[in-house]
């Protein structure tokens, strides 16, 4: 008795095809052919006829969107490309095209927000893409790693420490300074922060850690009064009583880092992946502008 044959149905085989077709006529999608309508000044020259592989309603279907789609079909499939695949792949293509034009006819670009909303992101996509494929050279890099120092420079970073008198809503604040104010009469005689912070202090529900924290990162921990008193602080130097939420403080100064921008060399990368993404920014800021002159807006 034969075993089963292994091979695929032809049924299967078509069915498959079938499936792969569909997913690449879909690859282009509406967003392409409608960004392509809507931005007529990125195409205004015709293109020649020999870069035209069919025309729908005097709407070109290009000859290197359909290459495209033949090579990205090719590689995902197992079967060899034929004439008749060929064919149906340009007919997925103009039918895409005419259900494209009848969409905008019926004015989905107008009250659909799904569509509105991808017909935005790939314009955008491809106005900043445009700018960011220029490729900008050392000199005008390091121009930019000086021009823009501030955004360059590493923050210095500050270690501190906190003693925490905490007021209850039923308790009386006078007792409270009388303690804050023995305290800081421990410290003039020259006790520990850490020793006069066991004796007087309260419990804290999240300790300062006792390391370098840049300045947004401790501000996490005693808030933006506090963060102002610290950094106007000199190190080893203690605060006045800081008030916050769960009562009073007092903060030491106990380390501080100055700032640093790092030498153009140490981080190149990101000085030309900075310069990049503000000239993408900038591409977009200026088309905008342009579409805004050009356009007729009127506001009631």
């Known amino acids: 008795m034969k075993a089963p044959s292994q091979e695929p149905s032809e049924g299967s085989s078509k069915s498959r095809t079938a499936s792969l077709l569909l997913g690449a006529g879909s690859a282009l999608g509406l967003m392409a052919a409608a960004v392509g309508l809507l931005m007529p000044s990125l195409s205004s020259k015709p293109a020649p006829s020999e870069s035209i592989v069919a025309m729908v309603n005097g709407d070109a279907i290009l000859r290197g969107e359909y290459e495209r789609l033949l090579a990205s079909f090719e590689q995902d499939s197992k079967n060899p490309m034929t004439d008749e695949i060929r064919t149906h792949i340009l007919d997925r293509m103009i039918e895409e095209e005419l259900l494209v034009q009848r969409a905008l006819d019926l004015g989905l670009a107008q009250v659909d927000r799904r569509v509105r909303a991808n017909l935005t992101s790939s314009l955008i996509d491809s106005v900043v893409s445009t700018a960011e494929d220029q490729d900008p050279d050392q000199d005008e890099l390091r121009d930019f790693h000086r021009d823009q120092a501030d955004f360059f420079t590493r923050p210095g970073r500050l270690r501190v420490a906190q003693i925490l008198f905490r007021i209850d809503a039923d308790q009386d604040e006078v007792s409270v300074y009388h303690r804050i104010e023995a305290a800081q009469a421990a410290l003039k005689e020259g006790k520990s922060f850490s020793e006069v912070n066991r004796e007087y202090g309260d419990s804290q529900i999240s300790p300062v850690p006792d390391v370098l924290l840049p300045a947004l ?77 050009d356009g007729d807006v009127r506001i009631f």
């Open 217 to 293: 990162k401790l501000r996490e921990y005693v808030g933006p009064t506090a963060l102002q008193t610290v950094l106007s602080l000199r190190p080893s130097e203690v605060s006045q009583p800081v008030r916050s939420g769960s009562g009073l403080s007092l903060f030491k100064l106990q380390e501080a880092t100055p700032s640093v921008l790092p030498a153009f060399e140490d981080i190149e990368p990101q000085v030309r992946r900075e310069w990049v993404r503000r000239a993408g920014d900038q591409a977009l800021r200026e088309y905008l502008d342009q579409l805004r002159d």
